[in-house]
């Protein structure tokens, strides 16, 4: 809403329509983000620290366990070598995150058997990282357009406009990205701790099978995506019509 109500301002279009959009999605999405962030993202890394914590390694790349363990914000994991590339940590910041104290001890990758770590570690580790680095952007940018916004000039503040706008299709990425982080962080596990993913495949149902039907939901999904993105456009260009 915010980014419709931008892209109308931007275009000097429907300006009331434009003010009221941003204004009450600027709101929504602040309040939004920041009970992403907490306590609900919060709760969800306690959970998977008491529950997953192999899972918790992967995600932040953590192959060696110990107190006092950093947050990382950016990095490559390097799995065969077993150490996270070109690391920014905040030291202290996962222990506070999984824990609620800044010495707790934190498991790495390292206290695990390797039959047991998620399969795709890299994958794992940047789908968290994209989730919790837009939710933090969420925060951040949705707090300047409110502090401009309550200072009454959000409509003609083009660069935050223009941020505002482009910055349309991040929830839709951060929500792929979180549920690919929960879906990673539990394998190889099916039933976790009970039975493997690689044990869950039916003996009756051929491959090919199993890849037609891939096929066709992607297909399927594929055509109602641009159906979907076809008619939001649409309605944007078409843009607020004042009832009769
Ligand atoms: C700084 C902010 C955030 C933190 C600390 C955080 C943390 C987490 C954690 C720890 C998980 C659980 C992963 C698991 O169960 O293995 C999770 C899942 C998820 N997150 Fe986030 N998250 C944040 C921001 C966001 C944002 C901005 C979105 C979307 C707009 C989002 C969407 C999701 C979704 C859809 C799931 C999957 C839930 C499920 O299927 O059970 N998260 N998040």
Known sequence: MA???AYYALDHKHRD???LFLRVGVVAGLVSSVLVA????????KLVAEYQPIGLAAMEGRFEGG?????NMIGQPNV???RL???IRIPGALSFLAYGQFHSNVRGLDDFPVATWPDNIELLYYAFHVMAGLGTLFILLLTMAAVVDV???LDRNRPLLWMLMLAFPFPYIATTAGWMTTELARQPWLIYGVMRT???TSPSVAAGTVLFTLIGFSGLYLVLGLLFLFLIVREIDRGPMSRG
């Open 151 to 153: 200072r009454g000039r």
């Open 3 to 5: 980014a419709v109500g």
């Open 198 to 200: 690689a044990d869950g």
């Open 17 to 19: 329509q434009a003010r």
């Open 80 to 82: 065969p070598l077993r």
């Open 67 to 71: 107190g006092a363990a950093a947050l």
């Open 85 to 87: 590339d070109n690391p």
């Open 38 to 45: 907490f306590p609900t993202g919060d709760r969800q890394a």
